[in-house]
Antibody, heavy 123, light 109 residues
Framework: EVQLVESGGGLVKPGGSLRLSCAAS????????MNWVRQAPGKGLEWVSSISSSSAYIYYADSVKGRFTISRDNAKNSLFLQMDSLRAEDTAVYYC????????????????WGQGTLVAVSS | SYVLTQPPSVSVAPGQTARITCGGNNIGSKSVHWYQQKPGQAPVLVVY???DRPSGIPERLSGSNSGNTATLTISRVEDGDGADYYC????????????FGTGTKVTVL
Protein backbone atom coordinates (compact mmCIF):
# COMPACT_ATOMS: atom_id res chain seq x y z
CA GLU A 1 0.00 0.00 0.00
CA VAL A 2 1.36 3.41 -0.99
CA GLN A 3 1.76 5.71 2.01
CA LEU A 4 3.02 9.27 2.27
CA VAL A 5 3.39 10.76 5.73
CA GLU A 6 4.29 14.42 6.17
CA SER A 7 5.82 15.87 9.30
CA GLY A 8 7.57 19.01 10.47
CA GLY A 9 4.73 21.50 10.42
CA GLY A 10 3.99 23.88 13.26
CA LEU A 11 3.76 27.48 14.37
CA VAL A 12 6.60 29.78 13.35
CA LYS A 13 7.16 33.53 13.43
CA PRO A 14 7.44 35.58 10.25
CA GLY A 15 10.96 35.38 8.91
CA GLY A 16 11.51 31.99 10.51
CA SER A 17 12.27 28.61 8.99
CA LEU A 18 10.79 25.12 8.94
CA ARG A 19 11.78 21.87 7.29
CA LEU A 20 9.00 19.58 6.16
CA SER A 21 9.59 15.89 5.60
CA CYS A 22 7.59 13.27 3.74
CA ALA A 23 8.23 9.60 4.44
CA ALA A 24 7.26 7.34 1.55
CA SER A 25 6.52 3.62 1.62
CA UNK A 26 4.78 0.96 -0.42
CA UNK A 27 6.46 1.80 -3.72
CA UNK A 28 9.91 2.28 -5.23
CA UNK A 29 10.46 5.90 -4.23
CA UNK A 30 13.43 6.44 -6.53
CA UNK A 31 11.27 5.69 -9.59
CA UNK A 32 8.87 8.59 -9.13
CA UNK A 33 8.92 12.36 -9.27
CA MET A 34 7.41 14.07 -6.25
CA ASN A 35 5.47 17.25 -5.57
CA TRP A 36 4.55 19.63 -2.76
CA VAL A 37 1.10 21.24 -2.91
CA ARG A 38 -0.37 23.58 -0.30
CA GLN A 39 -3.80 24.81 0.67
CA ALA A 40 -4.38 27.91 2.74
CA PRO A 41 -7.31 27.75 5.18
CA GLY A 42 -10.57 27.90 3.23
CA LYS A 43 -8.75 28.39 -0.07
CA GLY A 44 -7.89 26.35 -3.15
CA LEU A 45 -4.94 24.17 -4.02
CA GLU A 46 -1.63 25.81 -4.89
CA TRP A 47 1.26 23.97 -6.49
CA VAL A 48 4.49 24.72 -4.61
CA SER A 49 7.38 22.66 -5.99
CA SER A 50 8.30 19.49 -7.87
CA ILE A 51 11.40 17.32 -8.14
CA SER A 52 12.16 14.57 -10.63
CA SER A 53 13.14 11.08 -9.54
CA SER A 54 16.89 11.70 -9.75
CA SER A 55 16.66 15.34 -8.64
CA ALA A 56 17.79 16.44 -12.10
CA TYR A 57 14.74 18.64 -12.59
CA ILE A 58 13.42 20.97 -9.91
CA TYR A 59 10.68 23.58 -10.22
CA TYR A 60 9.18 26.18 -7.88
CA ALA A 61 6.15 28.41 -7.86
CA ASP A 62 6.92 32.11 -8.22
CA SER A 63 5.52 32.69 -4.73
CA VAL A 64 8.20 30.54 -3.05
CA LYS A 65 11.19 30.69 -5.38
CA GLY A 66 14.31 31.83 -3.57
CA ARG A 67 12.82 31.01 -0.16
CA PHE A 68 11.93 27.32 -0.38
CA THR A 69 14.17 24.41 -1.36
CA ILE A 70 12.92 20.97 -2.36
CA SER A 71 15.14 17.92 -2.03
CA ARG A 72 14.95 14.16 -1.69
CA ASP A 73 16.93 11.26 -0.28
CA ASN A 74 16.17 8.18 -2.35
CA ALA A 75 18.17 5.96 -0.01
CA LYS A 76 15.86 6.97 2.84
CA ASN A 77 12.64 7.17 0.80
CA SER A 78 12.16 10.74 1.90
CA LEU A 79 11.13 14.06 0.40
CA PHE A 80 11.89 17.42 2.02
CA LEU A 81 10.87 21.05 1.78
CA GLN A 82 13.13 23.59 3.46
CA MET A 83 11.14 26.76 4.02
CA ASP A 84 13.01 29.96 4.89
CA SER A 85 11.94 33.59 5.25
CA LEU A 86 8.40 32.46 6.01
CA ARG A 87 5.54 34.90 5.57
CA ALA A 88 1.99 34.98 6.88
CA GLU A 89 0.76 34.07 3.40
CA ASP A 90 2.67 30.77 3.60
CA THR A 91 0.20 29.58 6.22
CA ALA A 92 -1.36 26.43 4.79
CA VAL A 93 -1.66 22.68 4.92
CA TYR A 94 1.26 21.28 2.94
CA TYR A 95 0.73 18.04 1.06
CA CYS A 96 3.35 15.70 -0.31
CA UNK A 97 2.14 13.97 -3.48
CA UNK A 98 3.51 11.35 -5.84
CA UNK A 99 3.65 12.06 -9.56
CA UNK A 100 1.62 9.66 -11.65
CA UNK A 101 4.27 8.68 -14.14
CA UNK A 102 6.83 5.95 -13.54
CA UNK A 103 10.38 6.64 -14.64
CA UNK A 104 9.38 9.62 -16.72
CA UNK A 105 9.46 13.38 -16.73
CA UNK A 106 7.09 15.20 -14.43
CA UNK A 107 3.45 15.16 -15.46
CA UNK A 108 2.11 17.14 -12.54
CA UNK A 109 -0.67 14.61 -12.03
CA UNK A 110 -0.59 13.45 -8.42
CA UNK A 111 -1.99 9.98 -7.84
CA UNK A 112 -1.17 9.58 -4.14
CA TRP A 113 -1.26 12.24 -1.44
CA GLY A 114 -0.29 12.41 2.20
CA GLN A 115 -2.66 13.66 4.88
CA GLY A 116 -0.90 17.02 5.02
CA THR A 117 0.94 18.98 7.69
CA LEU A 118 -0.16 22.42 8.88
CA VAL A 119 2.26 25.33 8.77
CA ALA A 120 1.12 28.47 10.59
CA VAL A 121 3.15 31.66 10.28
CA SER A 122 2.20 34.23 12.88
CA SER A 123 3.77 36.53 15.41
CA SER B 1 1.97 32.73 -15.67
CA TYR B 2 -0.71 30.42 -16.94
CA VAL B 3 -4.19 30.95 -15.46
CA LEU B 4 -6.98 28.39 -15.15
CA THR B 5 -10.50 29.68 -14.47
CA GLN B 6 -13.33 27.58 -13.03
CA PRO B 7 -16.87 28.56 -11.99
CA PRO B 8 -17.04 28.93 -8.21
CA SER B 9 -20.04 26.68 -7.86
CA VAL B 10 -22.25 24.20 -9.70
CA SER B 11 -25.52 22.82 -8.38
CA VAL B 12 -27.10 19.64 -9.68
CA ALA B 13 -29.96 17.33 -8.73
CA PRO B 14 -29.29 13.65 -8.05
CA GLY B 15 -29.37 11.60 -11.24
CA GLN B 16 -28.64 14.57 -13.45
CA THR B 17 -25.39 15.57 -15.16
CA ALA B 18 -22.90 18.10 -13.82
CA ARG B 19 -20.38 19.79 -16.06
CA ILE B 20 -17.42 21.65 -14.58
CA THR B 21 -15.42 23.83 -16.93
CA CYS B 22 -11.78 24.87 -16.76
CA GLY B 23 -10.79 27.74 -19.00
CA GLY B 24 -7.25 28.53 -20.11
CA ASN B 25 -5.48 29.96 -23.13
CA ASN B 26 -5.21 27.15 -25.68
CA ILE B 27 -5.72 24.60 -22.91
CA GLY B 28 -6.55 22.06 -25.60
CA SER B 29 -2.83 21.79 -26.33
CA LYS B 30 -2.04 20.75 -22.76
CA SER B 31 -2.79 17.72 -20.60
CA VAL B 32 -5.42 18.44 -17.98
CA HIS B 33 -5.87 16.60 -14.70
CA TRP B 34 -8.86 16.77 -12.35
CA TYR B 35 -9.10 16.27 -8.59
CA GLN B 36 -11.97 15.78 -6.17
CA GLN B 37 -11.57 17.04 -2.61
CA LYS B 38 -14.00 16.50 0.23
CA PRO B 39 -13.85 18.54 3.47
CA GLY B 40 -10.95 17.61 5.71
CA GLN B 41 -9.49 15.19 3.18
CA ALA B 42 -6.61 15.19 0.74
CA PRO B 43 -7.45 15.59 -2.95
CA VAL B 44 -8.12 12.52 -5.08
CA LEU B 45 -7.08 12.29 -8.73
CA VAL B 46 -10.20 11.46 -10.76
CA VAL B 47 -9.10 12.19 -14.34
CA TYR B 48 -5.63 12.57 -15.86
CA UNK B 49 -4.36 13.42 -19.32
CA UNK B 50 -7.71 14.99 -20.29
CA UNK B 51 -9.84 11.86 -20.17
CA ASP B 52 -8.14 8.88 -18.51
CA ARG B 53 -9.37 7.58 -15.18
CA PRO B 54 -7.22 6.05 -12.42
CA SER B 55 -8.30 2.64 -11.26
CA GLY B 56 -11.26 2.77 -8.94
CA ILE B 57 -12.76 5.93 -10.40
CA PRO B 58 -16.24 5.26 -11.81
CA GLU B 59 -16.99 5.73 -15.51
CA ARG B 60 -19.59 8.32 -14.52
CA LEU B 61 -16.70 10.78 -14.27
CA SER B 62 -15.26 11.72 -17.63
CA GLY B 63 -13.11 14.46 -19.08
CA SER B 64 -12.68 16.30 -22.35
CA ASN B 65 -10.42 19.07 -23.56
CA SER B 66 -10.51 21.27 -26.65
CA GLY B 67 -9.74 24.82 -27.62
CA ASN B 68 -9.77 27.05 -24.56
CA THR B 69 -11.92 24.85 -22.32
CA ALA B 70 -11.52 21.54 -20.54
CA THR B 71 -14.58 19.91 -18.99
CA LEU B 72 -15.16 17.37 -16.25
CA THR B 73 -18.54 15.68 -16.63
CA ILE B 74 -20.22 13.81 -13.81
CA SER B 75 -23.10 11.69 -15.09
CA ARG B 76 -25.90 10.29 -12.93
CA VAL B 77 -24.82 12.45 -10.02
CA GLU B 78 -24.94 10.88 -6.57
CA ASP B 79 -24.94 12.51 -3.13
CA GLY B 80 -21.32 11.42 -2.67
CA ASP B 81 -20.22 13.52 -5.64
CA GLY B 82 -20.66 16.70 -3.62
CA ALA B 83 -17.13 18.09 -3.23
CA ASP B 84 -14.67 20.65 -4.49
CA TYR B 85 -13.16 19.93 -7.89
CA TYR B 86 -9.89 21.33 -9.23
CA CYS B 87 -8.38 21.21 -12.69
CA UNK B 88 -4.62 21.26 -13.16
CA UNK B 89 -2.12 21.47 -15.99
CA UNK B 90 1.61 21.03 -16.22
CA UNK B 91 2.82 23.83 -18.46
CA UNK B 92 6.11 22.59 -19.91
CA UNK B 93 6.78 25.97 -21.51
CA UNK B 94 7.02 27.68 -18.14
CA UNK B 95 9.65 27.84 -15.39
CA UNK B 96 6.72 27.48 -12.99
CA UNK B 97 4.87 24.65 -14.69
CA UNK B 98 2.41 23.51 -12.05
CA UNK B 99 -0.92 25.30 -12.20
CA PHE B 100 -4.21 24.57 -10.43
CA GLY B 101 -7.56 25.99 -11.33
CA THR B 102 -9.55 28.15 -8.94
CA GLY B 103 -11.79 25.29 -7.88
CA THR B 104 -15.50 24.54 -8.20
CA LYS B 105 -17.81 23.53 -5.38
CA VAL B 106 -20.36 20.98 -6.55
CA THR B 107 -23.55 20.92 -4.52
CA VAL B 108 -25.96 18.02 -4.89
CA LEU B 109 -29.47 19.39 -4.34
Amino acid sequence: EVQLVESGGGLVKPGGSLRLSCAASGFTFSDYSMNWVRQAPGKGLEWVSSISSSSAYIYYADSVKGRFTISRDNAKNSLFLQMDSLRAEDTAVYYCARDLLLLAALSGACDYWGQGTLVAVSS
Amino acid sequence: SYVLTQPPSVSVAPGQTARITCGGNNIGSKSVHWYQQKPGQAPVLVVYDDSDRPSGIPERLSGSNSGNTATLTISRVEDGDGADYYCQVWDNSSDHPGVFGTGTKVTVL
